[in-house]
């Protein structure tokens, strides 16, 4: 099937951060008919100018000429009418227990509110389609993949990062994962930590099986899973001690 006959797609899920604009492969994004019909009327205009072009120079210029100052807006026209581009909004989020203001089209990912419009980059990004759980993040205490989550279904819904997890970073979790020396390269940890601190939210005295359900969303890569599975149990021993203590 031919690029124009393809039909628009508009999908957060293939948002491409390499290219903010839009035009990427990344963004799932394929020509309507409309946009074809439009996109051939377009090149039968240069076809006729080119014709007309007395030399080569001339030629080039009347194709560059047409293609900045007619094409690639009507291009962009149907990428809007299409879904392909989407108007940006305001939202106001509660993001580690602060109001935050943030302009942004509907579908971004919160991954890319976070990372690049709040300046949150402890939120990491991984694979982008929801498998590896390096985004994760807390919304109203439920884990929560990041990479797949609008910025417009966040509404009022509290999203804690793992910069808000602890303000001295003390939680039994990171205390134990330095005890224990947890990460190796780091990338996934503060996906696997905010998961786990939801565990233990829940379950403040995991099994081995229940800490391997609730883990199973959060890869690693250097393949830290024993060493997770200790320190998920360390921090149960720390936060029953700091109960104990209080
Ligand atoms: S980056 Fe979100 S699940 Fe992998
Ligand atoms: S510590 Fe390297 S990916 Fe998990």
New binding site residues.
């Given amino acids: 099937m031919g690029l124009l006959g393809r039909q628009c797609v508009s999908s957060a899920n293939n948002y491409n951060r390499d290219d903010p604009s839009g035009w990427g492969p990344g963004r799932g994004f394929a020509p309507c008919g409309a946009m074809g019909t439009l996109m051939r009327a377009g090149l039968r205009q240069i076809e006729k100018r080119i014709a007309r072009a007395r030399n080569c120079n001339e030629a080039l210029a009347t194709v560059i000429e047409i293609g900045t100052m007619a094409v690639i807006p009507v291009f962009r026209g149907c990428m809007f009418l299409s879904g392909g581009v989407s108007a940006m909004s305001h939202y106001s989020i509660s993001i580690n227990g602060a109001t935050r203001q943030v302009e942004a089209a509907p579908d971004t990912p919160l ?1 890319w509110v976070l990372r690049d419009a709040l300046d949150l980059p402890g939120t ?13 993040v807390q919304l109203n205490g439920v884990p929560t ?4 989550t609008p910025v417009s279904t966040v509404g009022r819904k509290q999203v804690v990062t793992i910069e808000g997890l602890s303000l001295q970073g003390d939680h039994p979790l990171q205390t134990a994962w330095q005890e224990l020396d947890v990460p190796q390269c780091g990338y996934c940890q503060s ?1 696997q930590i905010m998961t786990a601190a939801a565990l233990l939210k829940e379950n403040p005295n995991p099994t081995d099986a229940d800490i391997d359900s609730a883990m199973a969303g959060n890869l690693c890569r250097c393949a830290t899973y024993l060493r997770i599975r200790a320190g998920i149990h360390r921090a149960a021993e720390l936060a029953g001690q700091k109960k104990g203590v209080a």
């Avoid at 990491?124 to 390096?134: H, L, P, Q």
């Avoid at 993949?145 to 797949?148: A, I, L, P, T």
């Fill in positions: 991954l990491k990004y991984g694979c982008g389609v929801g498998s590896c759980g390096a985004c994760m993949r990041s990479c797949m996906g």
